[in-house]
């Protein structure tokens, strides 16, 4: 069975390499911003729009031409920068996300470079990719499969990375061939049908004194003047430190469920409308759930497990595990514990709704 897997590394570019795939960033960036305002101003003008082909024609035929430092970058990167254009307009016409916006330079920065006859490969402990020549990486993971592409990123924070997507052959790995239903929540990152409770570790809830201080820090400094730029990079690496600790532990629970359950029910949350309550919008950002779902998801894929998504709309937290009579007093997010009034069971709010949630998840299994 074949499989797309993506490998990414820490990448230690030297300052040509460095200075090169800064002028990438910046190729991509404009290319992407030209065609981006070109297509808005023919929608505006003529309801006409450009497709990904004409978009690539005009690039080699006209904008390189006006403009010949685009040649210095890799000329594939400049066409992955319109096939992400292209993909921004079809994402919006499917309404899965707002209309494309123009890249910045000061967020992080990145490009995409397609592996053409050999042309990006594994070399010792380095990646040899087009124009840039060998780019020293830490070499954390093997793999045996063939490059399809390479991206090269850049963080706010000042790191260098470089994701492999690599086509591989692989076998799905056992599971424990458990059943287990979840509750997500805010105190505690789920509660499980089996009563077991992860906390929920509020990564920057803990690190938000030290953000506010550099925050106050930056806030303080010249515009344009290197100690601002300093200030940002050490409020910009407090937020990736804060990223990668909540990304560790979110790979560590995933990994457990996926290696102990064949199945597993959760609920279909919105965390898109959920997160337009204020008062807890950052308290679920901090959580992370739609994350931790994405990796929950692909690992249980890897062992042949089923995640099972059930309906946002079903009542979990009001039905009575035990008789199935619902309660709509629990609508009441401060009620944590309650009586059945139909036949007396006493209920532990998440751990009842998890058991509803696995309950219901086995039924569309089933059906």
């Given at each position: ?74 000329s594939s990167a400049l066409q992955q920068s319109l ?285």
């Amino acid at each position: 069975m074949k499989r797309i897997r993506g490998y990414k590394y820490r990448a230690y570019p030297n300052k040509k390499q460095q200075e090169f795939f800064a002028k990438t960033f910046g190729s991509c960036r404009y290319v992407y911003n030209h065609y981006l305002a070109m297509r808005r101003s023919r929608w505006e003008e003529w309801h006409d729009t450009m497709s990904f082909p004409e978009t690539t024609k005009d690039l080699a035929n006209n904008l390189k031409k006006e403009h010949e430092w685009l040649k210095q970058a890799d000329s594939s990167a400049l066409q992955q920068s319109l096939r992400h254009l292209e993909n921004a307009y079809e994402n919006f016409c499917a309404k899965r996300s707002g209309y494309p916006k123009f890249k910045r330079k000061r967020s992080d920065q990145s490009y995409r470079t397609m592996n053409n006859n050999g042309s990006i490969r594994i070399e010792g402990a380095a990646v040899r990719l087009p124009k840039a020549g060998k780019v020293k990486i830490v070499k954390t993971r093997e793999f045996d499969g063939r490059i399809i592409s390479a991206t090269v990123s850049l963080t706010s924070g000042g790191r260098w990375y470089i994701s492999l997507q690599v086509e591989e052959e692989f076998e799905l790995q056992p599971n424990k061939g458990g059943k287990v239903g979840i509750d997500a929540g805010l105190s505690a990152l789920y509660t499980d049908s089996e009563n077991n409770r992860i906390e929920n570790p509020k990564t920057l809830s803990k690190h938000e004194k030290r953000i506010r201080r550099l925050q106050r820090s930056l806030s303080r400094k010249q515009k344009g003047s290197k100690n601002r730029e300093k200030a940002r990079i050490r409020l910009a690496r407090e937020h990736e430190k804060v990223a990668d600790i909540r990304n560790d532990f979110q790979h560590k629970i995933s990994y457990r469920l996926a290696s102990d359950n064949q199945v597993v029910c959760i609920e279909d949350l919105d965390v898109r409308g959920m997160m337009k309550d204020h008062k807890l919008a950052r308290s679920i950002s901090d959580a992370s759930w739609n994350e931790f779902f994405r990796k929950l998801e692909y690992k249980m894929g890897d062992r042949g497990g089923i995640l099972i998504k059930v309906p946002r709309t079903y009542p979990s937290s009001q039905i009575c595990s035990c008789c199935g009579r619902q309660n709509r007093k629990v609508r009441d997010l401060a009620i944590r514990s309650w009586t059945c009034p139909e036949c007396g069971a006493q209920h532990d709010r998440d751990k009842n709704a998890a058991v509803n949630i696995l309950v219901k998840g086995l039924e569309m299994l089933a059906s």
